[in-house]
């Protein structure tokens, strides 16, 4: 499982676009995934150590991998944002 | 290509950068002096380390990040993307030197460039400042 992002697009720049395959971009598994169970917290601190934008939520049954969405940090600086106008700490 | 700028003053709260953020749907915010030059820039990744905080307490200049890399709106397209990928930092705000001081005229992201990439053939960041629309 993996993930491409528009930096690593950037980054694969030179390779033949028109016949290149999403495999010679992406390496597996570069980007950290999380389950649904994973503590808010810790999937933004992962987010934010990883300088990346979207994390892949799977499945936290056991032996599986299913992707079951994804978590875009813009949801998070909109939650950050709605909290802070609020008066709540956030 | 994000439609103009948006910018803060470095006295102002992260809270006030987060909301400028949510509502205009932009990855970054420049922060400029009071002659509302390029001082430096906050994206989404300098606000991540302060989920959880309070947001009120602190100012724009205690999380940005400095910027001092000079982008001309002439350089090729190709040239941007070769700096992104020396600095490993894909938010480069565009500065017209012609002008005379930094003012922040557009930004430019790794986003906008595989959107490029995907319509354009060649060409300028004043082209895809243009088809960004407006510029602060």
Sequence with gaps: MGL???????????????????KDIVTPDSIPTVTLS????????????????????????????????????????????KAGEQGAVS | ?????????????????????????????????????????????????????????????DIMRSYRIEVDPQWPVEKAIELMNRIKYYHLIIVDPHVGTRWPVGILTSFDIVQYMAGLEAGHFEQLLKLGGNVL
């Design chain 1, 4 to 22: 491409i992002s528009s930096d690593m697009m950037i980054n694969a720049l030179g390779k033949d676009f028109g016949t290149a395959r999403a």
């Design chain 1, 38 to 81: 994973t503590p808010i917290t810790d999937a933004v601190a992962l987010m934010a150590k990883e300088a990346i934008e979207h994390l892949i939520v799977v499945s936290d049954k056991a032996g599986s991998r299913a992707v079951i969405g994804m978590l875009f940090a813009s949801d998070m600086i909109a939650y950050m944002a």
């Design chain 2, 1 to 61: 290509m994000h439609k103009g700028v948006i910018s803060c003053l470095a006295d102002d709260s992260v809270y006030d950068v987060a909301k400028m953020m949510d509502d205009n749907h932009f990855r970054s915010v420049v922060v400029v002096n009071e002659g509302g030059e390029v001082w430096g820039i906050i994206t989404y990744r300098e606000l991540l380390f302060h989920y959880g905080k309070n947001l009120r307490d602190k100012k724009a200049h």
